[in-house]
C-alpha cells in the first residue's frame, strides 16, 4: 500500500509503510496534536507522525507521512493522510467489512 502527496514542487512520495520500515529496525512514529510538535518531532528524527485531530495543519508543517488515527470516512483522510488505522475490534470478522475497508484505502493509496 502506498500514498501520495502532491507538494508545490511536483508529486513527492510519503509511504508511511516505507518511513517505518526503512533503517535499523526501530522506528519512532511521534503522536502529534499541532504543527509545532510536528516540527519538533521531525527535528528530533522521527520517521512518521500519527494525529487524532485533523491532520491539515500538520501536514503544512512536516514531510513525515501522517498516520490519522480517527473515526473519518478514507475519502477524507486520503485527502490530508497517507495511512489509517481501522480498528478491527469494531468490525465483525465474518461479514468481509474489514476486508472492504481494507481494499478501499488501498485504491484510496492509503497505507
Not at 510519503?14 to 502529534?32: K, L, M, P, Q, Y
Not at 470516512?73 to 469494531?90: I, N
Amino acid at each position: 500500500m502506498s500514498a501520495r502527496y502532491a507538494t508545490g514542487a511536483g508529486m513527492a512520495q510519503r509511504r508511511f509503510s516505507h518511513a517505518i520500515a526503512e533503517g535499523d529496525g526501530i522506528s519512532v512514529i511521534a503522536a502529534v496534536e499541532d504543527p509545532d510538535s510536528a516540527r519538533a518531532a521531525e527535528e528530533q528524527r522521527a520517521e512518521a507522525l500519527v494525529v487524532r485531530v485533523d491532520p491539515g495543519a500538520v501536514r503544512d508543517a512536516s514531510s513525515l507521512p501522517i498516520l490519522w488515527r480517527a473515526d473519518v470516512p478514507l475519502e477524507r483522510a486520503s485527502a490530508v493522510a497517507d495511512a489509517y488505522l481501522l480498528v478491527f475490534d469494531a468490525l465483525d470478522e465474518d461479514d468481509g467489512r474489514l476486508e472492504e475497508l481494507h481494499a478501499q484505502a488501498v485504491d484510496l493509496g492509503l497505507d
